[in-house]
């Protein structure tokens, strides 16, 4: 990312009045600190600044106080400050990094001819010095040693060399001496504090037990001595104890100087809420106090960890703005923003202006740019930057040489990376970290040669076996994929199993690759094996099941490879597993070569069912996607399938609409619609691609499709059929099954909505004005007759239903009293709804049509009135009913019920 250079000053209003630091209201700014328990969406209310005085400089039009612009805290040193601020007595708090040696006045190097075996002799061979996690807990937690004299010169000695273990050992000796005690200053407490705290981690029980011993001796604490104990809780990201710390420093009286405005700030920075730190930085020039370069930097520092270059931008140019000059650490954080946004360039000329600004760039800045260039492989830079801080005449540490080593593993030249870490322990003295561990170990595995990854690891568990519990579980890892793509399933299933058993549980990650592995490789043990550590693991529960039990790959490859070994039972046992998890659906592709599987198998129930799960999940993308020529080669088989189920699921609802009382299986009945619709689906793909010599398809399927369709109530998708067989018939110069008519018309009858009825009985009597259409593309059988009288029923129609009557009696089909009764309650269901609706005008013409198809059975179709055998009174009790009759009480006989039919008639 380019970003915009602001390298002029924008000659903001300073007002220069360089004075002394005037005097602070020691009531009024610690409120400014001890408020901070605020949540960062509230701001507090403003509580006075420092007292008034000669006005320092203008920013964003406050005036602030303050002292010089270049103080820093305790002794001169800014704890938080760049690697080369010093501490106390002058010793560097992050170690002497920048002393000149004249045994590092040559560079590596990198063009020597390998040794032999040079890994095994850098990595395997030399002695190693014992590894001590702590070695200042290791003595002063140890057993309890006795005292010696004291020894003053030792110990201001200690302090000077930075000696935290020898400084604290003699400090125990002077304590219990009365005579040495008294030289003690209160000079020599802080700067033991400043060793203290500036250990890593800080020891800031040892810092506080120093300043109880310092307050004993009748020293009075500093503000500068509160800070240090502040900034050990600030390296912890002890918020709580820093707050605890201020309020002690205000009832001491103390006020808190720009440093311990700058310690907070960082503070915020580390902990993440970079957004208070600006708040608390605005906080800070409204009452009054002004910043300082450390103040900017903290915040330039935080953006640039954020990843808001605009936000490093603002307040680069308002330092300039108020004429402060960039230090070291200015330029070490616009050089780290770059490199981190992948723009060298810009870097470089960075890392130029600071040198021209006689600025020395240390250690941590070449190493910062070095790898940049190393993460793109730009051995010749990396090279040429390690020179440059070879000649500056700074010590190279292992940050510098991993850039190296990093740049030579990412163009593969593993051999020269094992000749400079040869170079790095022999010459210069240092030790392979566990970061070029990893690098190095990442590099061989890329390489494909896991067996020399796993050297080094059982070299890094020697030499860092703190770091080694953060980063094996990545490495192990990265050895399992380099093993699983050399197919060699034995030695990535023991990797997985020793990672676990040296406490890294493998993720769900790790298990897919050696399973997928496994399955190239058709080791079907080695399948079930590690599908069964993973699938029945104890400690899985429903908590953790969904980030650590097996997913949607985990079930696609193990089915996968049993499916290459034509082990479909097994297969099928698995996908039916993955379908009860909740949220989980299998792939087209693996559903698919599932089909193909059972197709071989000839297993063509379980090929359907899969099929129609595979349709029902539409969120995979498989809705609109062939099976391809596997599956037509095999449609005829298909097509007897679904015939077969679509006349179970038919012969279901015949029963379940005869015996109302029978109650049908719900989930049974939407499998079997979900099978005959995906089979259906899939002999249209089929066909499409058909030949002169294919059979065409059955008009069955089409009409059980129809069928199942009105099953699941979707008379749109019904219709839709209907019009592809409309189409088969016009291209094969065939007849429309009368049964395939009739699912039409009882469909839409039970949709029993008027515009779609009316629809359906155009479709068909329309084409009563061409008898040959009509007879050549539709007929009739009984029971579609049936349903159209229904509809011309419910759609007021008595002409049509006359017309319908006459054609049925012209194909010998005659209508029963029991069919006409059902016709009557059809006309009296749609008188009732027009009432409910209050249409009465449409009431109106239902009751006359309901009369004019009475009167027409009266005249033409007597028997109708007569009741069948078995029907006994209930059938003219439902006549009266249906009809509008109401009988006077007494006057019915059996022989009277055509003489009260014939009283209905106009």
Same mark, same amino acid.
């Given at each position: 990312?380019?970003?915009?250079?602001?390298?002029?000053?924008?000659?903001?209003?300073?007002?220069?009045?360089?004075?002394?630091?005037?005097?602070?209201?020691?009531?009024?700014?610690?409120?400014?600190?001890?408020?901070?328990?605020?949540?960062?969406?509230?701001?507090?209310?403003?509580?006075?600044?420092?007292?008034?005085?000669?006005?320092?400089?203008?920013?964003?039009?406050?005036?602030?106080?303050?002292?010089?612009?270049?103080?820093?805290?305790?002794?001169?040193?800014?704890?938080?400050?760049?690697?080369?601020?010093?501490?106390?007595?002058?010793?560097?708090?992050?170690?002497?990094?920048?002393?000149?040696?004249?045994?590092?006045?040559?560079?590596?190097?990198?063009?020597?001819?390998?040794?032999?075996?040079?890994?095994?002799?850098?990595?395997?061979?030399?002695?190693?010095p014992k590894v001590v996690e702590d070695p200042f807990d290791e003595v002063v937690r140890g057993p309890p040693r006795k005292v010696?004299?004291?020894?003053?010169?030792?110990?201001?000695?200690?302090?000077?060399?930075?000696?935290?273990?020898?400084?604290?050992?003699?400090?125990?000796?002077?304590?219990?001496?009365?005579?040495?005690?008294?030289?003690?200053?209160?000079?020599?407490?802080?700067?033991?504090?400043?060793?203290?705290?500036?250990?890593?981690?800080?020891?800031?029980?040892?810092?506080?037990?120093? &300043?109880?011993? #310092?307050?004993?001796? /009748?020293?009075? %604490?500093?503000?500068?001595?509160? =800070?240090? *104990? @502040?900034? $050990?809780? !600030?390296?912890?990201?002890?918020?709580?104890?820093?707050?605890?710390?201020?309020?002690?420093?205000?009832?001491?009286?103390?006020?808190?100087?720009?440093?311990?405005?700058?310690?907070?700030?960082?503070?915020?920075?580390?902990?993440?809420?970079?957004?208070?730190?600006?708040?608390? &930085?605005?906080? #800070?020039?409204?009452? /009054?106090?002004? %910043?300082?370069?450390?103040?900017? =930097?903290? *915040? @330039?520092? $935080?953006? !640039?960890?954020?990843?808001?270059?605009?936000?490093?931008?603002?307040?680069?140019?308002?330092?300039?703005?108020?004429?402060?000059?960039?230090?070291?650490?200015?330029?070490?954080?616009?050089?780290?923003?770059?490199?981190?946004?992948?723009?060298?360039?810009?870097?470089?000329?960075? &890392?130029?202006?600071?040198?021209?600004? /006689?600025?020395? %760039?240390?250690?941590?800045?070449?190493?910062?740019? @070095?790898? $940049?260039? !190393?993460?793109?492989?730009?051995?010749?830079?990396?090279?040429?930057?390690?020179?440059?801080?070879?000649?500056?005449?700074?010590?190279?540490?292992?940050?510098?040489?991993?850039?190296?080593?990093?740049?030579?593993?990412?163009?593969?030249?593993?051999?020269?990376?094992?000749?400079?870490?040869?170079?790095?322990?022999?010459?210069?003295?240092?030790?392979?970290?566990?970061?070029?561990?990893?690098?190095?170990?990442?590099?061989?595995?890329?390489?494909?040669?896991?067996?020399?990854?796993?050297?080094?690891?059982?070299?890094?568990?020697?030499?860092?076996?703190?770091?080694?519990?953060?980063?094996?579980?990545?490495?192990?890892?990265?050895?399992?994929?380099?093993?699983?793509?050399?197919?060699?399933?034995?030695?990535?299933?023991?990797?997985?199993?020793?990672?676990?058993?040296?406490?890294?549980?493998?993720?769900?990650?790790?298990?897919?690759?050696?399973?997928?592995?496994?399955?190239?490789?058709?080791?079907?043990?080695?399948?079930?094996?590690?599908?069964?550590?993973?699938?029945?693991?104890?400690?899985?529960?429903?908590?953790?099941?969904?980030?650590?039990?097996?997913?949607?790959?985990?079930?696609?490859?193990?089915?996968?490879?049993?499916?290459?070994?034509?082990?479909?039972?097994?297969?099928?046992?698995?996908?039916?597993?993955?379908?009860?998890?909740?949220?989980?659906?299998?792939?087209?592709?693996?559903?698919?070569?599932?089909?193909?599987?059972?197709?071989?198998?000839?297993?063509?129930?379980?090929?359907?069912?899969?099929?129609?799960?595979?349709?029902?999940?539409?969120?995979?993308?498989?809705?609109?996607?062939?099976?391809?020529?596997?599956?037509?080669?095999?449609?005829?088989?298909?097509?007897?399938?679904?015939?077969e189920t679509g006349q179970e699921l038919e012969n279901a609802a015949m029963v379940a609409e005869s015996t109302p009382d029978t109650?049908?299986?719900?989930?049974?009945?939407?499998?079997?619609c979900d099978i005959v619709l995906a089979l259906y689906k899939e002999l249209m793909f089929a066909s499409a691609n058909i030949t002169?010599?294919?059979?065409?398809?059955?008009?069955?399927?089409?009409?059980?499709?129809?069928?199942?369709?009105?099953?699941?109530?979707?008379?749109?998708?019904?219709?839709?059929?209907?019009?592809?067989?409309?189409?088969?018939?016009?291209?094969?110069?065939?007849?429309?099954?009368?049964?395939?008519?009739?699912?039409?018309?009882?469909?839409?009858?039970?949709?029993?909505?008027?515009?779609?009825?009316?629809?359906?009985?155009?479709?068909?009597?329309?084409?009563?004005?061409?008898?040959?259409?009509?007879?050549?593309?539709?007929?009739?059988?009984?029971?579609?007759?049936?349903?159209?009288?229904?509809?011309?029923?419910?759609?007021?129609?008595?002409?049509?239903?006359?017309?319908?009557?006459?054609?049925?009696?012209?194909?010998?089909?005659?209508?029963?009293?029991?069919?006409?009764?059902?016709?009557?309650?059809?006309?009296?269901?749609?008188?009732?709804?027009?009432?409910?609706?209050?249409?009465?005008?449409?009431?109106?013409?239902?009751?006359?049509?309901?009369?004019?198809?009475?009167?027409?059975?009266?005249?033409?179709?007597?028997?109708?009135?007569?009741?069948?055998?078995?029907?006994?009174?209930?059938?003219?009790?439902?006549?009266?009913?249906?009809?509008?009759?109401?009988?006077?009480?007494?006057?019915?006989?059996?022989?009277?019920?055509?003489?009260?039919?014939?009283?209905?008639?106009?």
């Open positions: 990312m380019h970003c915009l250079l602001r390298t002029q000053r924008s000659g903001a209003a300073v007002i220069a009045a360089r004075c002394t630091r005037p005097t602070l209201d020691r009531s009024s700014s610690i409120q400014v600190l001890s408020r901070l328990e605020y949540t960062t969406s509230q701001r507090p209310p403003q509580a006075p600044g420092f007292a008034r005085g000669k006005v320092r400089v203008v920013y964003n039009g406050k005036k602030m106080y303050g002292g010089d612009r270049n103080d820093v805290g305790p002794s001169e040193n800014t704890i938080y400050g760049h690697r080369n601020d010093v501490g106390p007595s002058g010793n560097r708090m992050y170690g002497d990094r920048n002393d000149r040696h004249d045994r590092y006045d040559r560079a590596p190097r990198f063009d020597r001819a390998p040794k032999r075996n040079e890994l095994s002799t850098t990595f395997e061979r030399r002695e190693r010696y004299p004291p020894d003053f010169a030792g110990f201001e000695k200690g302090l000077k060399e930075g000696d935290r273990v020898g400084a604290w050992l003699k400090f125990q000796d002077l304590i219990f001496d009365e005579t040495e005690r008294a030289q003690l200053k209160l000079s020599h407490f802080e700067d033991l504090m400043n060793l203290l705290v500036s250990h890593r981690p800080p020891k800031i029980d040892y810092a506080l037990q120093v &300043f109880g011993m #310092m307050k004993e001796q /009748g020293f009075l %604490p500093t503000t500068d001595m509160y =800070n240090i *104990l @502040m900034t $050990g809780y !600030a390296r912890l990201g002890d918020l709580e104890g820093c707050r605890n710390v201020l309020r002690k420093l205000a009832a001491q009286g103390l006020a808190p100087n720009m440093h311990t405005y700058n310690l907070f700030m960082k503070m915020y920075v580390n902990i993440g809420q970079f957004d208070a730190a600006v708040k608390f &930085f605005d906080r #800070m020039i409204n009452e /009054g106090v002004a %910043p300082d370069v450390t103040s900017f =930097n903290v *915040l @330039m520092g $935080g953006a !640039a960890d954020e990843g808001r270059a605009e936000m490093v931008w603002k307040y680069y140019q308002d330092m300039l703005d108020l004429t402060y000059e960039p230090n070291e650490r200015t330029f070490s954080i616009l050089i780290k923003m770059h490199v981190r946004h992948g723009d060298l360039e810009m870097a470089e000329k960075w &890392f130029a202006d600071k040198k021209a600004r /006689g600025l020395q %760039p240390d250690a941590y800045d070449y190493s910062t740019i @070095m790898s $940049g260039f !190393a993460k793109k492989a730009q051995l010749e830079k990396v090279q040429e930057y390690f020179e440059k801080l070879v000649e500056d005449k700074l010590e190279p540490d292992s940050h510098t040489f991993n850039s190296v080593i990093h740049a030579q593993a990412n163009l593969g030249d593993l051999d020269g990376a094992i000749r400079t870490v040869d170079d790095m322990v022999k010459t210069y003295k240092l030790q392979p970290d566990a970061v070029l561990y990893q690098t190095l170990a990442h590099a061989f595995c890329k390489a494909g040669r896991p067996l020399e990854a796993e050297q080094l690891i059982a070299a890094m568990k020697r030499a860092h076996p703190k770091h080694a519990k953060q980063i094996l579980p990545g490495l192990y890892r990265s050895i399992i994929t380099a093993y699983a793509k050399l197919l060699n399933v034995a030695d990535a299933t023991r990797v997985l199993l020793q990672s676990e058993t040296d406490g890294h549980p493998v993720s769900r990650v790790g298990y897919n690759i050696v399973l997928e592995a496994a399955a190239k490789a058709f080791q079907t043990d080695v399948l079930e094996d590690l599908w069964s550590r993973l699938r029945y693991s104890p400690q899985l529960s429903a908590a953790n099941y969904a980030t650590n039990g097996p997913n949607e790959i985990t079930y696609a490859t193990v089915i996968e490879g049993f499916i290459v070994v034509n082990n479909t039972k097994r297969a099928m046992e698995l996908y039916h597993d993955m379908l009860r998890q909740d949220r989980m659906e299998p792939s087209f592709e693996i559903c698919s070569a599932l089909i193909r599987a059972l197709i071989r198998a000839r297993e063509w129930k379980n090929a359907a069912f899969v099929l129609s799960r595979m349709r029902a999940g539409a969120g995979k993308g498989s809705e609109d996607r062939p099976l391809g020529k596997s599956f037509d080669d095999a449609s005829d088989q298909f097509t007897k399938l679904l015939i109650l049908a299986d719900g989930t049974m009945v939407k499998q079997q002169a010599t294919s059979s065409p398809l059955n008009p069955e399927v089409f009409r059980l499709a129809m069928e199942a369709h009105r099953q699941r109530r979707d008379p749109f998708n019904m219709v839709v059929v209907f019009v592809a067989l409309q189409q088969h018939a016009a291209s094969t110069q065939t007849q429309i099954p009368p049964q395939a008519i009739a699912t039409l018309l009882l469909g839409v009858r039970h949709l029993a909505q008027l515009k779609t009825a009316r629809a359906a009985i155009e479709m068909l009597t329309t084409q009563n004005q061409k008898p040959s259409a009509l007879q050549k593309q539709f007929t009739l059988n009984r029971p579609a007759y049936i349903h159209l009288l229904h509809l011309e029923a419910r759609c007021a129609l008595p002409d049509h239903m006359v017309g319908t009557v006459v054609d049925m009696r012209n194909e010998g089909h005659e209508i029963t009293p029991r069919e006409y009764v059902d016709l009557l309650r059809t006309f009296a269901d749609a008188i009732a709804g027009a009432v409910k609706s209050n249409s009465y005008e449409w009431k109106k013409q239902l009751t006359n049509a309901r009369a004019a198809f009475m009167a027409f059975v009266k005249d033409m179709q007597p028997h109708l009135l007569e009741r069948e055998d078995g029907d006994g009174t209930d059938f003219e009790n439902d006549v009266d009913e249906l009809s509008g009759f109401k009988p006077v009480r007494g006057a019915r006989s059996k022989g009277d019920f055509g003489k009260q039919m014939s009283a209905l008639i106009p």
